[in-house]
């Protein structure tokens, strides 16, 4: 599938160009504005840097015990059932409750597996368009005192079951 | 939640290091993956400064405003009922220009305000013809399954990360997660809408009985 890398190539140089040529057209400081946005970047990834040591310490603990590989044998006939690597299925339930627990998982799956792997692919793509679904709802809700939250669970895990199979065909058929 | 999770992942983990013997390996994973989650995040430095910069741009040139108005008529469809509501569609639009453009940390001040602004509809609402204020609107539901849905473009992170750990092809997921981005938003938003529509006939027949 040369395509797929071909335009996925495209993507980020094309954003770049579109994005700094319309400040160029508009005769902004483009340069100046870049390096503000960079500072706030770096706030950020200082901020969630404690998160990953935490939740890589923790993945750390559970891989290097056997207890991950314990628990793809478990799952392993739900995998076959559903066609998914058994390896990715912690990674999705781990996912709808917190974004960096769920990446700490899949940076286990590309040690033992490869990033360009089936698995490196799958864990890769949902994690691009999957979100946490748990705590996106209580963040909000919660910001409103909303207790009943009617069918937006469902619907969050519609997108999210919809997201998975398509990530997993998508997957599948890049090898 | 995440204070349940962390501490059950790491018991449970030397619990059954305890029975399979593998302490020692415990013992090393915890300092290698310690020091292996600050290498990650100074690669990320890189990036994610990189990507935050370019979208400041973005941000200052005025260009993200533009893609805002751009969104309003799919935003009219999404919530025909709120649609004069300008304070409110505005900080939806924003919130979903910043999900797209993948500041995720960016959209959930104005996600947050967009929450309190819906649920004041919702509250005058209820004060006229009779709901619950603790109970989700419907409006309120779909913006929540739209956020759920992940609308990002360019996962930038992940991009980041499978170049740390050592990808040929870091970028190559961008298309394959714009579709699977794009399936799983249409089937939230099918659903979503098929329930508002259903709730606004039941709505309006109850009007006409009465």
């Known amino acids: 599938m040369k395509w797929i890398s071909l335009v996925s190539g495209f993507m980020i140089p094309l954003t770049l160009f579109y994005i700094i040529g319309y400040g160029v057209i508009n005769r902004e400081k483009v340069y100046d504005m870049f390096i503000e946005g960079v500072k706030e970047g770096f706030k950020i990834v200082i901020n969630i840097t404690p998160t990953l040591v935490g939740l890589m310490v923790a993945v750390g603990v559970i891989r290097t015990s056997g207890a991950l590989d314990l628990l793809a044998e478990i799952l392993h006939p739900l995998g076959k059932c559903l066609r998914i690597p058994a390896e990715v299925i912690p990674v999705i339930l781990i996912r709808l409750f917190s974004t960096s627990a769920a990446n700490s998982l899949v940076f286990d799956l590309f040690k033992e597996f490869g990033t360009d792997s089936t698995i490196g692919l799958i864990a890769s793509i949902v994690m691009s368009c999957t979100e946490s679904i748990f705590y996106i709802m209580s963040v909000y809700f919660l910001s409103v005192k909303v207790k009943k939250t009617r069918w937006t669970l469902t619907g969050g895990l519609i997108a999210t079951v919809a997201g998975v199979a398509a990530s997993v065909i998508i997957a599948m058929r890049m090898q | ?210």
């Open chain 2, 1 to 210: 939640m995440l204070n349940y999770i962390w501490a059950f992942m790491i018991m449970i983990g030397i619990m059954v290091a305890a029975f399979t013997g593998k302490m020692d390996g415990v013992s090393s994973g915890i300092l290698d993956a310690a020091k292996e989650a600050v290498n990650l995040c100074i690669v990320m430095l890189g990036v994610v400064g990189m990507w935050t910069g370019v979208m400041k741009i973005a941000e200052q040139t005025g260009l993200v405003r533009q893609l805002t108005k751009l969104l309003m008529p799919v935003l009219r469809f999404l919530f025909p009922n709120i649609a004069q509501e300008e304070r409110v569609m505005g900080y939806i639009a924003a919130n979903m220009i910043a999900n797209l453009l993948g500041l995720g940390w960016a959209s959930t001040p104005t996600g947050l305000k967009a929450m309190k602004e819906l649920h004041e509809i919702h509250k005058k609402r209820c004060a006229v013809s009779g709901g619950d204020p603790e109970a989700a609107s419907d409006e309120m539901c779909m913006f929540m399954v739209i956020n759920i849905s992940s609308l990002q473009i360019i996962p930038i992170n992940m991009i980041a990360y499978r170049s740390q750990y050592g990808s040929v092809h870091p970028a190559i997921i961008i298309l394959p997660g714009l579709i699977a981005t794009a399936v799983s938003t249409v089937a939230g938003v099918l659903y979503s809408v098929w329930k508002c529509r259903r709730n606004d006939r039941k709505k309006l027949e109850k009007g006409n009985k009465a």
